[in-house]
């Protein structure tokens, strides 16, 4: 069974930086399309990024130009570079398949506010 650990969330300014890291256990991570989603109270999760295993990347528009996703499949692990961060990208952020078949991790809280 895979397991997903989302760390690297923190609080950060407008306009700045962070990089989220998701570990996976398990030796089949690297055939997976992998995403990052992201939820607030209230509200659905939102796929905001994914990445093929051959490396092509889709980006929802909220967050195109902004977003970079990556992945290290020697290291089962996907990344989630965020720059220019808005407010409204206050969120927990979870990794999963482009499916959302795993089992979810606890995420990892992004707080974007001055």
């Known amino acids: 069974q895979v397991q997903l650990v989302e760390s690297g969330g923190g609080l950060v300014q407008p306009g700045g930086s962070l990089r989220l890291s998701c570990a996976a256990s398990g030796s089949i991570f690297s055939i997976y399309t992998m995403g990052w989603y992201r939820q607030v109270p209230g509200k659905q999760r939102e796929l905001v990024a994914t990445i093929t295993s051959g490396g092509r990347t889709n980006y929802a528009d909220s967050v195109k130009g902004r977003f970079t996703i990556s992945r290290d499949n020697a290291k089962n692990t996907v990344y989630l570079q965020m720059n220019s961060l808005k407010p409204e990208d206050t969120a927990v952020y979870y990794c999963?398949?482009?499916?959302?078949?795993?089992?979810w991790g606890q995420g990892t809280q992004v707080t974007v506010s001055s």
């Open positions: 999963n398949t482009g499916g959302g078949f795993l089992s």
